[in-house]
C-alpha cells in the first residue's frame, strides 16, 4: 500500500448518533466540503457526478412530455417580486437582497432568486398572446438562494441546485392534469432510479406553497424514521395570471387568463439517498445513478497477466455500464473499503487463479453477495446484477417503511407508538381544521406531511377533536 494512503477511516454508526453518521458520509465519501460562506457547500465530483446522473434522467424524462429547457435571470426587481402578495410574504424571511452594485447603491434592491414564478410570469405575459402560443412547457436547471438559519449539506443549505419547470394552460383542467403528471414523473423517477418508494399526496392549505392553490408532494420515509419531501408540484390557478396580467384571445375571440403550474426537485435527493439507502460502511448507491456503477480490482496485480485482462474487462463492460479500474498500489482491503465507502453497486475482483478458470468474482455492495461468474457471460450478468441490486434497495426501503408506519385513532396512540416502535408515518384522520392540524403536532410533535391520494378509512372522527373525519393524513417527523 502506498505510504502517503491511509485506510479508509470509520464512520460512526447510525444507531449510535444518525446526524453524525450522514455529516461522516457525505465527508468521507467525498460528496461536499464546508466553505467560508456558512450554510453553502462545495459539491465534489463524485457529488456532483451523481447530480449529473439525476439531471440525466430526469431531463430525459421532462423532454419526453415535451416540456422545452429556458435560462431565467438570478436577480429579481423588488417591485416585481411584490406584485404577488402571498408569494412574497412565504418567502419575505428567505430573501437575500442585493442592494449595491460595484460601489453605488441600487435604485431598487435586487431579491437573489429564491424561486422564479415571478420572473416567468413576467416572461409569459410578454409572448403570449393568443391560444395558439399555448400551452408553454417550460424548464430550468439553475441554483437558488434561500437564507436558511439553520443548514446541513444537501438537506438545506443557502444555496442549491434544482430544476424548476414552470408552465401556463388554457384551462384549469390542462394545469391540474399537467400538474399531477410531474408528479407521476417524479414518483417514477424516484422508484424507478433511486430505488425509494414515496407516498403521493396533497399538502393542507397550510403547508402548501405560497402562491399555491394547491400543492401535491412525494413523501419518503429515511432509514431513521423521518420524512423528507423528494419532491413538490403546484396549481396556481389563474392567481399568478391576474397579478401579472397573462392574458390570451380564445377561440372565441375573448380574453382569458392562464392557469399555471411549477414544480421542481433539488440536490436535497442526494440527502435522500444516503439516509434511505446508507449503511455503517457508507453509500450505498442505486445503480441508476451511481457515477461507477462496476469497479474493477485486479487481485495480486503484480503477477503477469493480471492488468492486461483487468484493462480488457474494462474496455469490454465500458460499453454497458459505468466502469473504474483501479489499478493504483493501495492495497486490496483498502480498496474494498473505499468503494464500498463510496457505494459502487458491483465490486469485480480479477486475480491470477480467476483468469485461469476464465471467471471472476462479483459482489453486490447491498447486500455483499458474491458470485463467480464466466467471464464469457459478463455483458449478460451485468446488467442482471445491476437490476438485482435496485430491487433489493427499493425493497428494503419499503419494508423499512412498512415496519414504520402506524395507524392511530387517538392522540394517546402517537406517542406511544413513537416511542414503542422509532419514529415513523403516523396514518391518523383529520376534520380538516387547521387547529387541529397545529394541535396534533404540539402535542405529539408530528405534522402533516399529505393527504395521500390513497385514503384510507382508520375512523369516522378527527384524531384530535373527534368530529367527523375528512381526511385520512400521513403525519410524521420530517427534515
Known amino acids: 500500500m502506498a505510504e502517503n494512503k491511509k485506510m479508509v477511516e470509520a464512520i460512526t454508526s447510525m444507531d449510535e448518533d444518525f446526524a453524525k453518521w450522514y455529516t461522516d458520509i457525505v465527508k468521507k465519501a467525498e460528496l461536499i466540503e464546508y466553505t467560508s460562506v456558512k450554510g453553502c457547500m462545495v459539491i465534489r ?15 430525459g424524462m421532462f423532454k419526453q412530455t415535451g416540456h422545452e429547457n429556458v435560462n431565467m435571470p438570478m436577480f429579481i426587481p423588488e417591485s416585481l417580486l411584490q406584485k404577488e402578495k402571498d408569494h412574497v410574504e412565504g418567502f419575505a424571511p428567505e430573501v437575500a437582497w442585493v442592494t449595491y452594485g460595484g460601489s453605488e447603491k441600487l435604485e431598487e434592491r435586487l431579491c437573489v432568486r429564491p424561486t422564479s414564478e415571478t420572473l416567468f410570469c413576467e416572461h409569459f405575459a410578454n409572448i403570449v398572446h393568443s391560444y395558439r402560443d399555448l400551452p408553454k412547457l417550460y424548464n430550468q436547471w439553475v441554483s437558488v438562494v434561500r437564507w436558511e438559519k439553520t443548514t446541513r449539506p444537501f438537506l438545506r443549505s443557502r444555496e442549491f441546485l434544482w430544476q424548476e419547470g414552470h408552465t401556463i394552460h388554457a384551462t384549469a383542467e390542462e394545469a391540474i392534469e399537467e400538474t399531477e403528471r410531474m408528479l407521476n414523473v417524479y414518483t417514477r423517477f424516484c422508484e424507478e432510479s433511486l430505488a425509494m418508494p414515496v407516498v403521493q399526496g396533497r399538502k393542507t392549505d397550510s403547508d402548501k406553497f405560497a402562491g399555491a392553490e394547491a400543492t401535491y408532494c412525494i413523501e419518503a420515509l429515511m432509514h431513521d424514521g423521518k420524512a423528507l419531501q423528494a419532491g413538490t408540484s403546484h396549481y396556481f390557478g389563474d392567481g399568478f395570471a391576474k397579478a401579472f396580467d397573462i392574458t390570451f384571445t380564445d377561440k372565441n375571440n375573448k380574453m382569458q387568463f392562464v392557469h399555471e403550474t411549477s414544480w421542481g426537485v433539488t440536490t436535497r435527493l442526494i440527502g435522500a439517498i444516503i439516509m434511505t439507502h446508507g449503511d455503517d460502511n457508507g453509500l450505498v448507491l442505486p445503480p441508476a445513478v451511481a457515477p461507477i456503477q462496476v469497479v474493477i480490482l485486479p487481485i495480486a496485480q503484480h503477477k503477469p497477466g493480471v492488468l492486461d485482462k483487468a484493462a480488457q474487462l474494462k474496455e469490454r463492460l465500458s460499453k454497458i455500464a459505468r466502469v473504474k479500474l483501479d489499478d493504483s498500489d493501495n492495497s486490496p482491503g483498502w480498496k474494498f473499503s473505499e468503494y464500498e465507502m463510496k457505494g459502487v453497486p458491483l465490486r469485480l475482483e480479477i486475480g491470477p487463479r480467476d483468469i485461469e478458470q476464465n471467471q471472476c468474482v462479483i459482489v453486490r455492495r447491498d447486500n455483499r453477495e458474491k458470485t463467480v461468474v464466466s467471464l464469457d457471460e459478463l455483458e449478460q450478468k451485468i446488467p442482471e446484477l445491476l437490476a438485482a441490486v435496485h430491487d433489493g434497495l427499493y425493497q428494503k426501503a419499503l419494508a423499512n417503511r412498512e415496519a414504520r408506519t402506524y395507524a392511530c385513532t387517538t392522540m394517546e396512540e402517537i406517542p406511544a407508538a413513537l416511542e414503542k416502535n422509532g419514529d415513523g408515518f403516523i396514518k391518523a384522520m383529520w376534520c380538516g381544521d387547521e387547529a387541529c392540524e397545529d394541535k396534533v403536532k404540539e402535542v405529539t410533535g408530528v405534522g402533516s406531511r399529505c393527504i395521500p391520494f390513497k385514503q384510507e378509512k382508520l375512523a369516522d372522527t378527527c384524531v384530535c377533536c373527534g368530529k367527523p ?11
Open 45 to 59: 465530483p463524485y457529488g456532483y457526478a451523481i447530480w449529473e446522473n439525476i439531471q440525466r434522467i430526469l431531463d
Open 469 to 479: 373525519a375528512q381526511h385520512m393524513v400521513y403525519w410524521g417527523k420530517a427534515y
